[in-house]
């Protein structure tokens, strides 16, 4: 009988896992810094290459100055009939349910990485307009952001 790589992989997994929360409660007891032990979280950098078909890549940073981290658990739009949050491995996209925005951290959604996936748009955005989307947290209320739209190849390192 043969022990496939998958399964081999997943006592590593469970591993990683531990660790992690191990570690976040650690943080819980030990961190008391000056900032509180509660998320404080802001949103910068957002916007959306004008999309060339039916779907749409969105990107932005949330910066978190407070002592406690917090989760992404989904995003919503007027524009979109699903927001979906992805990753990128390689050349493949991932899709993933909720994503850490580590105590005095960022998580940083940029081109080749973490991005926003728009689907099932209702208009189509366009260069110079603007996409609202509502951000909702496992700690923090709803932030809603005004996402600009930019040409199709922008770049945020060049600005155009
Ligand atoms: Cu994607």
New binding site residues.
């Given amino acids: 009988m043969t022990v496939s790589p998958r399964h081999r992989a997943l006592p590593v997994l469970g591993t990683a896992l531990t660790g992690a929360l191990l570690l976040t409660l650690t943080g819980c007891g030990s961190d008391s810094g000056g900032s509180g032990d509660r998320p404080d979280l802001s949103v910068s950098s957002a916007y959306m290459p004008q999309p060339v078909s039916d779907m749409a ?1 969105g990107f932005l940073t949330v910066t978190n100055k407070g002592g406690a981290q917090d989760r992404l658990t989904s995003v919503t739009s007027d524009t979109a009939g699903s927001v ?1 949050l ?1 990753g ?1 491995t390689g050349q493949t ?1 991932t899709e993933v349910t909720s994503l850490t925005v580590p105590a005095h951290g960022q998580l940083v959604f940029k081109s080749g990485g973490y ?1 926003l ?1 728009f689907e099932k748009l209702r208009q189509q955005p366009k260069q110079g307009g603007t996409v609202t989307l509502k951000l909702h947290f496992a700690t923090s209320g709803p932030l809603t952001v005004e996402m600009p739209v930019k040409p199709a190849t922008y770049n945020p390192a060049t600005g155009h």
Avoid: K, L, P
Wanted: glycine share 0%; aromatic share 0%; proline share 0%.
């Fill in positions: 890549a979906t992805h990128t996209m991005h996936m």
